[in-house]
Each structure stands twice: as structure tokens, then as C-alpha cells.
């Protein structure tokens, strides 16, 4: 934390809290995700580094490396939290208020020597009630003023794979099992349990990087020279009858709706040869899913239409091992 003689000139609602101590009243905020503190108690002019004869002065307080924002001064002891204070004022010691900014450890790893040389800067810290954000925020210094700016920032969990939709930001996680074989509904099922749906693929960017993580693995595969994982995508019932199945509207990507609401163009449903055939055999092939080769053919890393209950296909020498989760950032 930085600490400078100053206090809030424009905020909205703080807490006040009991503190003997300014070490007190800052350890106080230092435990809470972001705030600014006031303490009003004057020190004296002993307490002042003698580096500063102009009564002004920066210290900082090693708290590790947690990130955020505080204000004090020395009577009252004022947290003001996340998003409730919009700027601040370097004032000198006679003034008794001083402000603590919370702030990267790393930054602040050598101490600016003097107010001047705090520099403007983007801080980021994290709420354990919404792990999957980072909550942002700007502090803008231009002589002895400090203004902020907030921004919460949505992000994917670990193990997730980032996508910029043309929307939103986008996550996505590749589950395989070569022990076990899927259907669509139980796939549907396994991505639900992490908020997100089956995804779909806007680009070919997020279909190859979705292969790429099936590759990695598929080595574990023992049994069949391919397998196949489910991606969002279900034949609509204007689809389903066979005198309406070659219609214009019931072409590739226009005979489904999907779960993966976030998409805009579908460049990513990249078919295999002569897919979607739909009614070609007895069933009515559904569901999507898309192909991985352990020697790559024409099929690898391409979409075919299939049953939705299937899980094997002896003939194919294959069975489903997986299936594409989807969801956006911030959940």
C-alpha cells in the first residue's frame, strides 16, 4: 500500500470503523477486497520522514501482494469500498489526513521517493464471491490529483480456454474419458454441472484449438483408430421429415439450433464430406459431432450429423469420447 497525505474530495457512501491505530484502521482495510480509509488522529511533525521538509510524503507498506485502493486520515477511520470513491487529494501533513492506496506489491517493489513519482496506473484485484472476474481499477494522477475509474472484468475459471465472440467473451473446455462413451444427453448433462451448455464454433480458430486438446490425449484411446466428441447443435423438427430434409432452409447449419447461443456466423462447423446426410440411413441423424483421427483422414476435425443416442459404431471403428463444454466469461 502507497500512503500520502490526502483525502477524498468526490465519493459516494463509506463505513466508519473503530481503530486505535492507523496500522489498524489500514489492516482493517487491507482485509477487505478494496476500500479507503480515513483515521483522524494528527500525527506530529516528528513522525515525518526527514526526506520531506515540504510536509508532504509517500511511504509504503509491504502487505504482500494483494491489489487495491484505500484512503486515510487520523481521527475517524473511513472505509470507502470498491467503486465509491472517484477522486482524491494530496494534501500536506498540517491537513492530518492521509491516504492509503492499495497497489501491486511488484509495482511499488521499490518505493517512489516522492508524490510526483506515483505514476497513473491500472490495478486489478479479485472478489472471493465472484471468483471470475477481475475488478478493475484506473488511478489517474496528474499533480495532486488522483482520480478513479472502475471496471469489472469477466474471465474464464482454470482450465478454460478463452474466446473473443462477437458479443461477449467466450470459455471453453474439452472433457474426454476413454474408459466411457457419451450420448448427446449425457453430454448435455456433464457441461450443465459447470453452467455452460455444449458448445458450438464461431471460428475455426476455437474448432482447431478444441481439436488440438482431444489430440493431445487421444493417444489413451486403446481401442478404435478414431473418436468422435459432441458439439453443440440439434436438427430442427421443420428438419426432421424426409420430404423436407434437402430444402434450402434445412441445408448444413441452417437445420439446427444450438445451445451455444453466442454465435453469429457458425465459420467454425466445418463438415465432412457430403455431411449433414440426416435421413440417409433408417435414423434420423440429430445431433452433431465432430471427428478426431489418430492418423488423420478426410474426416479429421470435421462435423457429421449422427443419432443422438449414439455412442459407438463398430463399422466406423469409433466410439464417443467426449464432448465440448461452452460458456461465457464471468461464471
Known amino acids: 500500500m502507497v500512503v500520502v497525505w490526502g483525502q477524498p474530495v468526490n465519493s459516494t457512501e463509506h463505513s466508519v470503523l473503530v481503530a486505535s491505530s492507523w496500522s489498524e484502521c489500514v489492516g482493517n482495510c487491507y482485509e477487505d477486497n478494496l476500500c479507503v480509509v480515513r483515521l483522524e488522529i494528527r500525527p506530529s511533525l516528528k513522525d515525518l520522514p526527514v526526506a520531506w521538509p515540504d510536509r508532504r510524503f509517500v511511504s509504503c507498506l509491504p502487505l504482500g501482494s494483494e491489489e487495491g485502493m484505500a484512503y486515510g486520515n487520523m ?36 518505493c517512489p521517493t516522492t508524490p510526483n513519482n506515483v505514476s497513473s496506473q491500472t490495478v486489478t484485484m479479485k472478489n472471493s ?16 490529483s488522483w482520480k478513479f475509474s472502475y471496471q469489472k472484468i ?26 466411457k462413451a457419451f450420448t448427446q444427453a449425457v453430454a448435455t448433462a456433464d457441461c450443465a454441472q459447470y453452467n455452460a451448455t455444449l458448445s458450438g464454433f464461431e471460428t475455426n480458430e476455437e474448432r482447431l484449438w478444441s481439436l488440438g486438446q482431444v489430440n ?16 453443440s447443435g440439434n436438427r430442427k423438427k421443420s428438419c426432421m421429415d424426409k420430404s423436407k430434409v434437402n430444402n434450402t432452409e434445412c441445408q448444413g447449419t441452417k437445420a439446427f439450433t444450438f445451445t451455444d447461443t453466442y454465435m453469429k456466423t457458425l465459420d467454425g462447423y466445418d463438415w465432412a464430406p457430403d455431411q449433414p446426410d440426416s435421413l440417409k440411413y433408417r435414423q434420423v441423424q440429430n445431433c452433431i459431432q465432430m471427428w478426431v483421427e489418430k492418423k488423420p483422414t478426410t474426416l479429421h476435425g470435421l462435423f457429421d450429423d449422427v443419432q443422438c443416442d449414439l455412442t459407438n459404431n463398430t463399422a466406423k471403428n469409433f466410439e464417443v469420447r467426449g464432448y465440448v463444454c461452452g460458456k461465457i466469461a464471468g461464471i
Not at 86 to 108: H, M, P, W
Not at 129 to 144: A, L, M, V, W
Request: charged share 25%; with cysteine.
Open 75 to 110: 481521527d475517524f477511520c473511513w472505509h470507502y469500498t470498491y467503486g465509491s470513491v472517484f477522486e482524491t487529494e494530496q494534501r500536506i501533513n498540517e491537513d492530518g489526513v492521509k491516504l492509503a492506496v492499495k497497489a501491486s506489491y511488484d509495482y511499488f517493489a521499490t
Open 129 to 144: 464471491s465472484e471468483p471470475y472476474k477481475n475488478f478493475d481499477y484506473n488511478i489517474s494522477i496528474s499533480g495532486d
Open 154 to 179: 469477466p474471465i474464464c475459471p482454470p482450465d478454460w480456454k478463452q474466446f473473443q465472440r462477437p458479443a461477449t467473451k467466450y470459455c471453453m473446455r474439452v472433457f474426454t474419458n476413454f474408459n
Open 216 to 231: 493431445n490425449v487421444i493417444s489413451k484411446e486403446l481401442k478404435y483408430s478414431r473418436i468422435a466428441i459432441w458439439v
